[in-house]
């Protein structure tokens, strides 16, 4: 077992911190002030194959691992978790066409996918389906043998009115998980519209909104794998999307960590330096070693991932609960240690703060991945 990147990873994180301290990092504190969605930069990211990362290279796309996916969000979100975590959902899409889409399908969507010529989003959540995927209730009704006519909503869409591709799951069967399907809703489709953008605690730098269905024709050919096929097309994909909402959590946390040794370097009170204080040497010793567990669950997780290890999505479950709660504490942390300064929009930790709380909920909450983890535990124990 090697704990080191190999020389292939260590290039790959150099690409992803260079482009990040370049176009993230001084822009990130404005597009949160101003809830800009940095279509431009995320484009450029694209540029550097970063919006098809596990995606097939013969459509364009980066044909990289998982962990070399953790390892690349970690770094975009070092400079920006939310504009970081965008990119992870719009990945997850295109995976999702590549995986799972027939040769048509892949041909149709995946250039402009891998491009970002097409931004895409994710839309599982519901009204009244959150943590209770399975029970969503937006229609797909087939009509004739090449149209559904889509009815419904989803809450809480990343992207909102900005996308352009939208991976919709909708029923086209009876109640539960076999009645879902995944299908491709292009932006200008007849009947699709969207609420207003979300006012949110953090995540400003992506627009978030209702995405509305009124009878939406959708070509039975922008279908994603088989009817029936959409639950389990979610649930895969979340497995992914759980290890790269932790990675974004790494690079907040480590972001808010840097900060707090350089303040702690600097600042000086009671005739000492802050980091001459046990109280404070404890603290950011505390701060870096949870980090490096966190850090060393992610990457567990994204190489049972890679393996098909029939453990992956108990370990990705475990990555996703445990990195997400102690990066968000080593972010408030870090506030801590700043004082009243930390509380300023001067300095980056109360938007870290704001940015990675909302990772303990999304793509499953921390307690949805209690169940999972105890669920595969049992499971393992009566066997």
Same mark, same amino acid.
């Given at each position: 077992m090697d704990f080191q990147l190999n020389e292939e990873q260590?290039? +790959?994180?150099?690409?992803?911190?260079?482009?990040?301290?370049e176009h993230f990092t001084p822009n990130a504190a404005?597009?949160?002030?101003? %809830? +800009?969605?940095p279509v431009e930069e995320i484009r450029k990211a694209a540029e550097l194959g970063l919006a098809g990362i596990y995606v097939g290279e013969e459509h364009g796309g980066s044909g990289l691992t998982r962990l070399d996916a953790a390892i690349i969000f970690e770094e975009l979100s070092a400079g920006c978790p939310s504009t970081a975590a965008y990119i992870s +959902?719009?990945?997850? &899409?295109s995976w999702m066409v590549d995986r799972f889409g027939s040769d048509e399908v892949r041909a149709r969507f995946l250039p402009k996918l891998t491009t970002m010529e097409a931004m895409a989003s994710y839309c599982l959540t519901e009204p009244g389906a959150g943590s209770d995927?399975?029970? =969503?209730k937006t !229609?797909?009704?087939p009509e004739g043998n090449s149209t559904f006519r889509m009815s419904g909503a989803k809450a809480f869409i990343s992207g909102g009115p900005t996308s352009d591709v939208y991976a919709v799951m909708a029923r086209t069967g009876g109640e539960g998980a076999g009645g879902v399907s995944c299908? =491709? &809703?292009? !932006?200008?489709?007849?009947? =699709?519209?969207?609420?207003? !953008? %979300?006012?949110?605690?953090?995540?400003h730098s992506q627009h978030t909104s209702m995405v509305n269905f009124e009878d939406c024709p959708v070509p039975r050919d922008n279908l994603v794998g088989n009817e029936g096929d959409g639950f389990k097309i979610a649930m895969a994909g979340l497995d992914g999307g759980r290890i790269n909402i932790a990675a974004c959590s790494l690079g907040g946390a480590r972001a808010a960590l840097e900060a707090a040794l350089s303040y702690a370097g600097d600042r000086a009170q009671f005739g000492k330096k802050l980091n001459e204080f046990q109280a404070i040497q404890f603290k950011l010793a505390d701060m870096a070693t949870e980090l490096d567990a966190a850090r060393l669950m992610v990457h567990r997780a994204a190489d049972s991932l890679d393996r098909k290890d029939p453990q992956a999505t108990k370990h990705c479950a475990m990555a996703k609960r445990f990195a997400t709660d102690i990066c968000s504490k080593i972010c408030n942390e870090a506030l801590q240690i700043h004082g009243g300064y930390g509380y300023l929009g001067d300095f980056p930790l109360e938007r870290l703060v704001r940015d990675?709380?909302?990772?303990? +909920?999304? %793509?499953?909450?921390?307690?949805?991945?209690r169940v999972i983890i105890a669920r595969k535990l049992l499971a393992d124990w009566t066997e």
């Open positions: 260590r290039a +790959i994180q150099d690409m992803a911190r260079a482009f990040t301290a404005r597009w949160d002030e101003e %809830e +800009i969605f +959902i719009h990945n997850m &899409v995927a399975a029970s =969503l !229609k797909a009704v299908l =491709l &809703v292009e !932006k200008g489709t007849d009947g =699709l519209s969207f609420g207003k !953008k %979300e006012r949110k605690m953090g995540w990675l709380r909302v990772h303990q +909920i999304l %793509e499953g909450t921390n307690e949805i991945m």
